[in-house]
């Protein structure tokens, strides 16, 4: 199972890599011109770089909304987990009243008894 899921992952890379390499091959070779530095410069610099520039844009616009949703979710766990504590600590509080509570029932009841067994 592991070296189908690892075959498979590196056959994924390969295409991956190999998608990189099509746009690539499609551009024609433009010679440098060293006489004209500026020139040369802005013709290498062509479709396939922006569209590069415009996936890397797209990349960054993702992250920023992956990121935005990332500070949401924090805000609503932090609200949640105020409000598990606040309710956590209310909770101890009630048991504790119920338990104090039960112990003077407890009492009451065995001083009743006693008051009774004294009666006899």
């Known amino acids: 199972m592991r070296k189908k899921l690892r075959n ?33 410069k802005n013709e290498t610099t062509g479709i396939g770089s922006s569209n590069l520039q415009n996936a ?10 992956v990121r935005d949703e990332l500070l949401n979710f924090k805000t609503k766990f932090s609200d949640i987990d105020a409000k598990y504590t606040v309710i956590k600590a209310e909770r101890r509080a009630l048991q504790k009243q119920i338990s104090s509570a039960e112990r003077k029932i407890k009492n009451i009841d065995r001083t009743k008894e006693k008051i009774r067994n004294s009666m006899l």
């Open 8 to 40: 498979c992952a590196l056959s994924l890379a390969f295409l991956l890599a190999c998608s990189g390499m099509v746009p690539a091959a499609e551009n024609s070779f433009a010679p440098l011109n060293f006489d004209e530095p500026a020139k040369a």
């Open 56 to 65: 890397i844009l797209e990349l960054d616009s993702a992250q920023i909304e």
